[in-house]
């Protein structure tokens, strides 16, 4: 077989942030594909629609009308997942039958008024703006709520229902599955190595350059090591913070121009829009707001299910459902993909 | 809100097996559907299609002729995920980037000579021959690899690239994540109550029946308390079993029938081959064949996507996989809808 190539031969590699494994076997993307093909995004939304329940002016389910926004606009989900008030379950009667009250708040924000301009075609000050917006949630629901998943579902194929540009915000009174694991495994690496885990990791990561795929002066973006997806990437900041509603002005200044730059070559990869859920993860709040977070760092994470062109997609099943995540191309290989593509988006901001 | 009720208060229910939770926001259901429909199955697939290269005569990637098999068939996957020997990673210069040896095989089974020919349509004969197949694999692959992972991916929205029916068999020198999960779990619940988890949980489960989708003298088919995916089941054994290849004579007949009794129903629910991702859970094998394995329980997991209709499909993004998953009916719920339908397939089988 000759001397180990990542490439070349199948190995798993260790994610120290969810303490668990990925199996990499490169050798799979010579693998013909005859199984689904996926339709490409709708190219031409219409910049306003008054039928779309997300647009200015238009009415929503519980009939409320837009406001004319003219930036980021931010209302309460008309069929939230959670909600402020449900009752408490009864008490268990078992240990194999436990649950729990789950209660929180649900929004969606608009990022931009009109329906065909996607964050990488927005201008920095527009991303800019949708950034602040995004503190401002935090420190809101923050305030009592000791989690607030900020995530965007961008895509059909990531189950997102409205082609205008928007993100979700659910708060809860629970610390979920995600957010539990990694407090546990960055507490654990920080008692261990006298370090925060994605501070240390950002700093190798910014040295050893072949998982980059860009940085400025205050963010890197990289290709995980441990990553699942074929171009998944994690968001980091160089410095040390643990919310969002830390950073400084010049840091939420480049984050806009980092974000732009990546969502650019996403979609510069197949010229497609490109699908991805993504969503940030930073210290709890509410009643966690007091305690010591030296252990986290802020981070954004990307999920893009496209493999080999806008029709074919990764899917994660059988054996990743059963047994362990897979992935066709190494890490570096996506990286390197990622980093050869042009930082000027193929269509360009729609007039 | 007035007093707890399951189906229509979001509260979250615990994992035992996974020691994680999902959000139940049964109230969601009534949220109107305007995103990505599902192309419907193939529903005439062609019984023998020499250009298939599962059929029997046909020419697979590797310029192998199959034979004309009349039952099972079983050959090594043209592209495996997994080969008996990849090189060792070179040794990991820091905690962060860790690599191990992935080394095994990837086995196809095809159920049948016909390309028509899904599992609940066969003969209760023929889906014995599926089982006892698995059992040998199961002892013959199970002699040297700790985890040979028996799964199913059934349609193309569960990354199916053939529409001939077949499962997967992937053996590995390594305890994959769900593995070393339930390996965790089990055994510290048997530590703890003194009784293996699932034995314990199918007891309770044939008591309570809410959930129960069929049931006969060896088996019971759940939909769990902490399900994810709305028709999502759990196959277990009455009695302690730890590996397929215990089950006695009569158990694999009965299995057969429970089976071809839950797959007929899951079609029927919305008359379509439904698609679903299964596989078979047991005690690692190879050198941990001599170690004590009494907290495992044999089972197998069904995780189907549909979710309101043949083309209306659960996507588990944005919330899902940045912070926890949630589903939209209560495991109750689909129970009972599992239960209500008809043991007589919709279709019938082909002639
Ligand atoms: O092995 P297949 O059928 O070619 O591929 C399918 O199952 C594999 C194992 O679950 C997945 O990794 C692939 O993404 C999926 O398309
Ligand atoms: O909230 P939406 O956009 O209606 O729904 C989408 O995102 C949710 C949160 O990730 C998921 O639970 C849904 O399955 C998905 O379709």
Partial sequence: AGPFQPSEHQHVRYNPLRDDWVLVSAHRMRRPWQGQVEKPPQEDVPR????????????????????????????????????PDAPEPDACDHP???????????????????SDLT???????????????WAE??????????????????????????????????????????????????????????????????????????????????????????????????LLPRRHVCRLQELSDSERDSLASIMKRLLTK???????????????????????LGADSGHWQLHAHYYPPLLRSAAVRKFMVGYEMLAQAQRDLTPEQAAERLRALPEEHYRGRPR
Same sequence: chains 1, 2.
């Avoid at 009250?101 to 009109?114: D, I, L, Q, T, Y």
């Avoid at 860009?214 to 990437?233: C, D, I, K, S």
């Fill in 266 to 288: 996403y979609d510069n990869l197949f010229e497609v829009s490109f699908p991805y859920s993504m969503g940030w993860h930073g210290a709890p709040t509410g009643p966690h």
């Fill in 119 to 133: 964050l990488p075609l927005m201008s920095l000050a527009e991303i800019r703006a949708v950034i602040d917006k």
């Fill in 48 to 83: 306003c629609d008054l039928s779309n329940p997300l647009c200015p002016g238009a009415v929503r389910a519980n009939g409320e009308v837009n406001p004319q926004y003219t930036s980021t606009f931010v209302f309460d989900n008309d069929f939230p997942a959670l909600q």
């Fill in 137 to 234: 949630l935090a420190v809101e629901l923050g305030a009592s709520y000791p989690w607030v998943q900020i995530f965007e579902n961008k895509g059909a194929m990531m189950g997102c229902s409205n082609p205008h540009p928007h993100c979700q915000v659910w708060a809860s009174n629970f610390l979920p599955n995600e957010a539990r694991l990694e407090e546990r495994t960055q507490r654990q690496h920080l008692q261990e190595h006298g370090v925060p885990l994605l501070l240390e990791y950002a700093r190798l990561e910014a040295q050893r350059k072949e998982r980059l795929v860009v940085e400025n002066a205050h963010w890197l973006v990289v290709v995980p090591y441990w990553a699942v997806w074929p171009f998944q990437t994690l």
């Fill in 96 to 114: 194999l039958f436990q649950a729990a009250s789950a209660r929180g708040v649900c929004k969606v924000m608009c990022f931009h008024p009109w």
